[in-house]
């Protein structure tokens, strides 16, 4: 009887040691995957206010300047929802301003995503005729999508550490 409790026990602390070691070595990718997203949201975001000053120019810089960060915010939103995939909040240990509503309330950070894409797919359309005025404008209609989306479902915490 002893060696059946033992054998109980031994099989239980292994399971226990396999479950731990699968969790600790699922969290690194976890926050590399927020690292990775966190880099590439301050990219877009970057792009967005690079496309802003150089419109504040007398003369701006189309194709060095304006054209690739057009490009940036045209070819990542689309990535956006993939970037949030379950698990990847606050839950996976890693510092990220994502709140849980993004998973609790999905359908609508999918809309919120939708007009990302719409919104730097029109953004890229009024590139290509280099009308500053009209440029502007479109900069300020994504602005708005960001801000939409991230009153919603980014902490208000990222404004206080952006500010230290």
């Known amino acids: 009887m002893p060696s059946s409790v033992f054998t109980r026990v031994a099989g239980i602390a292994l399971v226990l040691s396999v479950t731990a070691t699968a969790i ?37 810089d189309w194709d060095n300047v304006i054209q690739p960060n057009v490009q940036i915010l045209h070819d990542r939103s689309p990535f956006l929802q993939k970037w949030f995939p379950k698990g990847s909040g606050p839950e996976a240990g890693a510092k990220t301003y994502a709140l849980p509503a993004i998973w609790q309330k999905g359908d609508d950070f999918a809309k919120h995503a939708r007009g990302m894409i719409a919104e730097a797919a ?40 952006a500010e230290q």
Not at 26 to 50: C, E, F, H, T, Y
Not at 131 to 150: F, N, Y
């Open 24 to 60: 600790v070595t699922a969290a690194p990718a976890d926050v590399a995957m927020i690292k990775s997203r966190q880099d590439k949201l301050r990219d877009m975001g970057s792009a967005l206010k690079q496309i802003d000053d150089e419109l504040k120019r007398r003369s701006p």
């Open 122 to 161: 029109k953004l890229e359309q009024v590139f290509a005729k280099k009308d500053a005025s009209e440029l502007r404008a479109q900069v300020i209609a994504l602005g708005k999508t960001c801000k939409g989306c991230h009153d919603d479902y980014r902490s208000p915490d990222y404004e206080k550490d």
